[in-house]
């Protein structure tokens, strides 16, 4: 049999496989809460805490990378064949944008997950020193782990054309080098994860929540991206909102891992970025009130939303990687009459990039997602010309959702599948919905935004 029907029969393949999980996925049992059974818990959430006066910055997946691990050589630039992130500026990018940061208004900052690049301890101790200059200009700073920070078997030192393992960290560890970023603070701690509870200010609890799955990493030999709440911890989380609910206390969550879908189809293309039981959490999220949730890990700006029963509502909040363009950070603020205005920032010139870093970075993203695309497109038997002309149309969708706010041009269609080869046609099929998903922005607006804090509306 020739290689490309043979792709074709394996592209057949994985989508029927797929078609069975999902549909064991769909018939599976909810997951049970205490308040799907207790009516008094029910009326005491029915009072709904005004979130009291605050301004806040977050930033997410700063990915940062230790340079004295190396930054040159064969296996270095290896690595960077399939990944999109400036890893070689990132440091300057960190501390731009810490420089900015301190002296903005708000004196919180939150930071939803990988810090780092692959888990290196040198390069959390890296990060944490530039965490410190926010402490030192009176912020108080949060962190939790990403799917990159913890026990990852992908620490590595890169010599030429070699590499060679360094040291990760461990729970412990992590909790140790960012004990003055949340942890030494906190006012409760799960004691099946790293989460935590802090009074971000009075009146506010943060839910600074582990959703990363790093126990058997080095037994894989690599990290797990996918999210989950053990059974212990979601038991936890509840019974927290529900003392937050008693005390009258607002909450703000922050996890590594999306609460929601933010494109249709993304459970199904990358289901590994929102956390196992998504409906649920989120279900159980909006239930106790906290309207609030801020994400990371897929590298995107965007905001979506969810109404649910009773007027309840949730937002998740994500946040693109601040080494990924378009290099974002937000500011949100919250008036005292429960408008919360979300604005997202950029960093635009680093000392080796002074005037044309936005340019530099989007050339970047761009170049690895195509390069990427086009190897992953060939790999099912279509020619590299075709390849790279179907990798374009993938670039752009992705380009477009990083960015947040996508708009596909008038007239324009997501895919041209006109005069594909068969194995082409094949895999726009398999992956068509996908690229029509990314282009589909969910609602509300992404980068800037006024949301009714008690309404859930938006503009």
């Not at 582990?210 to 690599?222: F, P, R, V």
């Not at 905001?303 to 290099?327: A, M, Q």
């Not at 937000?330 to 408008?339: C, E, L, P, T, Y």
């Not at 044309?356 to 195509?370: C, D, F, M, T, V």
């Amino acid at each position: 049999m020739s290689k490309a029907p043979a792709k074709a029969i394996g592209i057949f393949h994985v989508f029927f496989c797929l078609v069975l999980v999902l549909s064991a996925v769909a018939c599976a049992p909810k997951q049970s809460f205490k308040i799907d059974s207790d009516p008094t818990l029910r009326t005491l959430l029915q009072k709904v805490p005004d979130y009291p006066q605050t301004s806040f910055i977050v930033m997410s997946d700063p990915h940062i990378y230790d340079p004295a691990l190396g930054t040159t050589g064969e296996a270095f630039d290896s690595y960077l064949l399939n990944d999109r992130k400036l890893l070689r500026e990132g440091p300057e990018i960190v501390e731009t944008a810490i420089k900015a940061q301190i002296n903005l208004k708000p004196g919180v900052v939150l930071v939803s997950g990988d810090l780092t690049k692959d888990g290196e301890k040198t390069s959390h101790e890296l990060f944490a020193k530039y965490l410190k200059q926010l402490k030192d200009a009176g912020k108080r700073v949060y962190v939790i782990p990403g799917n990159h920070d913890i026990n990852n078997p992908h620490a590595l030192r890169y010599e030429g054309n070699n590499t060679s393992r360094v040291p990760s960290v461990t729970p412990a560890e992590f909790e140790q080098i960012y004990a003055d970023f949340g942890f030494s603070e906190a006012i409760h701690r799960d004691p099946n994860s790293l989460s935590y509870i802090a009074e971000m200010q009075p009146g506010i609890w943060l839910f600074a929540l582990d959703s990363c799955i790093y126990q058997e990493n080095m037994k894989l030999g690599t990290p797990v991206t996918d999210g989950k709440f053990s059974p212990e911890t979601l038991q936890w989380i509840e019974e927290m909102l529900g003392k937050a609910a008693s005390a009258g206390k607002a909450v703000i969550v922050m996890m590594h891992h999306g609460v929601m879908e933010h494109y249709n189809g993304q459970e199904k293309n990358y289901g590994e970025y929102v956390v196992d039981d998504y409906e649920d959490v989120g279900r159980l999220f909006a239930a106790y009130n906290a309207r609030l949730v801020f994400t990371g890990h897929y590298h995107a700006q965007d905001i979506t939303y969810k109404k649910f029963p009773n007027e309840k509502f949730l937002y998740d909040i994500e946040t693109g990687s601040l080494v990924t363009n378009p290099l974002p950070y937000r500011i949100v603020n919250i008036g005292a009459d429960q408008q919360m205005t979300v604005r997202s920032e950029f960093v635009t010139s680093i000392p080796s990039y002074p005037q044309n870093l936005p340019q530099h970075a989007a050339k970047y993203l761009r170049e690895g997602i195509s390069s990427i695309a086009t190897r992953t497109i060939m790999e099912y038997g279509v020619d590299e010309a075709e390849a790279a002309k179907l990798a374009d149309q993938v670039t752009d969708a992705f380009v477009a959702h990083y960015a947040g706010d996508e708009k596909l041009a008038a007239g324009k269609e997501p895919i041209q599948q006109w005069g594909l080869s068969l194995p082409g046609w094949f895999v726009m099929q398999f992956r068509k919905d996908l690229v029509y998903g990314l282009w589909q922005d969910l609602p509300p607006a992404d980068n800037n935004v006024i949301i009714d804090l008690k309404t859930g509306n938006w503009k």
